[in-house]
T-cell receptor, first 115, second 116 residues
Framework: ETGVTQTPRHLVMGMTNKKSLKCEQH?????MYWYKQSAKKPLELMFV???????ENNSVPSRFSPECPNSSHLFLHLHTLQPEDSALYLC??????????????FGPGTRLTVL | AQTVTQSQPEMSVQEAETVTLSCTYD???????LFWYKQPPSRQMILVIR??????QNATENRFSVNFQKAAKSFSLKISDSQLGDAAMYFC?????????????FGKGTKLTVNP
């Protein structure tokens, strides 16, 4: 596979469930990102990892917990979510954070529905 | 804080015609990057074109070109010879060049429909 992949593509969960979203990039990048895309709202950056270290947390509630075990993989652990957390969650990667004109490459997203 | 505004929630164009999507932004920075991303119905967001603010020449990628007006803080996307595959959501985005943050600030998007 090439590019940025995300699994699962669709997820339905109850408010008491615990689930995880997975992102994998095959581009040799060192920076990875989680975005939230809600209807009729701009994409919102959630977290940034650079060389496995979290460098940005955009005031995200603690019910979202990211994990970056290596530069190729990024997880988003979900627990006790709310219905308003239903959205498309996009993962992206770039060469490394702070590299100027570096382009971010996006995955296809996980469509999350919280019941 | 930087903001990006796309004033056209929806646009339509006839196949083979030309369409221009508008984008304005607000920033106090003098150097930054601007992007247009395309998100087809399959949801994979892909980069269409990129412009460095310090470059006066407008960026061009095949049928896609921008009209970058730095003083007016305007960054429109022109799609020439529109094709059915151009139908998608188009997002304008801004990123500062310094400070270490790779935060992309996105507009709300413009949905482009291409009519056969």
């Amino acid at each position: 596979e090439t590019g940025v992949t995300q699994t699962p593509r669709h997820l339905v969960m109850g408010m008491t469930n615990k689930k995880s979203l997975k992102c994998e990039q095959h581009l040799g990048h060192n920076a990875m990102y989680w975005y939230k895309q809600s209807a009729k709202k701009p994409l919102e950056l959630m977290f940034v990892y650079n060389f496995k270290e979290q460098t940005e947390n955009n005031s995200v509630p603690s019910r979202f917990s990211p994990e970056c075990p290596n530069s190729s993989h990024l997880f988003l652990h979900l627990h006790t979510l709310q219905p308003e957390d239903s959205a498309l969650y996009l993962c992206a990667s770039s060469l490394f954070q702070g590299s100027g004109a570096d382009t971010q490459y996006f995955g296809p997203g996980t469509r999350l529905t919280v019941l | 804080a930087q903001t990006v505004t796309q004033s056209q929630p929806e646009m339509s164009v006839q196949e083979a015609e030309t369409v221009t999507l508008s984008c304005t932004y607000d920033t106090s920075e003098s150097d930054y990057y601007l992007f247009w991303y395309k998100q087809p119905p399959s949801r994979q967001m892909i980069l269409v074109i990129r412009q460095e603010a310090y470059k006066q020449q407008n960026a061009t990628e095949n049928r896609f070109s921008v009209n970058f007006q730095k003083a007016a803080k305007s960054f429109s996307l022109k799609i020439s010879d529109s094709q059915l595959g151009d139908a998608a959501m188009y997002f304008c985005a801004y990123r500062r060049t310094q400070g270490g943050s790779e935060k992309l600030v996105f507009g709300k998007g413009t949905k482009l429909t291409v009519n056969p």
